[in-house]
């Protein structure tokens, strides 16, 4: 998809700066002329009045959870990412902000900088801005990058209604409804790990996974924590000195590398070993790479690269 007026976000952000910092200096420079009040630094006039409130929502990583996720079960939460140095956006949020509050409580704009917040950007996968990010019951349901016009915009909101509008109830009247309280045993586990007892969060993590196989929290938590407690246990020097056809030590040579956020290389580590064993010593490589995939979303690039690259290596 062409994203016609999209900024990326790498080389281009120096520049804007210094562009925005030469206009900052001009517009002192107009500020000390008597009888003349200059706009904020970054920020184009705006003529009328502003959007109703709630209609438009500064969302930060703290506020997340709250203000995207869980209003979407309700109504429809359209995320602008956005930078300041970014022209585009400037061009577009105004845009987005008006047609929010024009929308009678329909959907709510929720603005995201993703400078100050980057791990919203990642999530996302954010490459470059301005990014619109529609989500729906907790889940992005479609997007768009660049800048669009307001009769482009409206209708791409009006499909979105007619493809999920039935299972979005609209902002309740009242308090919203009291969350299900927290399974007592998930909490207890997690005490225990805050506490630093790890071994006696596995074990209840791992207990609630085997009597409830459903329970998709407790797995997750037990698959994590076991990898972690594994790993640390690893000298890091593993990476230099293991030998190619030392099964074991490839394994926790890998498993230092994911630790340290190098899931490529870590998969690259047992890949190796699957292409040159063969019986039980295959088998365990590839049962352990398949354990590792479960660490993370299966539609994650590094993921698909690395399934590619064992099925060469089986086959």
Known sequence: MAMSGAVDLGGLKERAEAERAQAQRAQSQTAAQPG???A???QPPVAGAGPAPGAVLDVTEETFEAEV???SMQQLVVIDLWAEWCGPCKQLSPVLERLAGESGGR???AKVDVDANPRIAQAFRVQSIPMVVAIVQGQPVTAF??????AEITQWIDDIFAQVGDVL???PDGPAPEPEPE???LLAAEAKLNDGDFDGALADYRAIAEAEPENLEAASAARNLEFILRAQAHDPAIVETASPRDVDAQLAAADVLLLSQQPEAAF???IDVVRVTAGEERTRARTRLLELFELFDPAEQFVVSARRKLASALY
């Open 145 to 150: 990058n660049g800048v669009r016009s307001e």
């Open 169 to 171: 109830p609209g902002v």
């Open 183 to 185: 399974d007592p045993r």
């Open 69 to 71: 996720l869980n209003r």
């Open 40 to 42: 904020p630094a970054g």
């Open 36 to 38: 003349q009040t200059p």
């Open 107 to 109: 959907w709510v704009l």
């Open 268 to 270: 690259d580590r047992i």
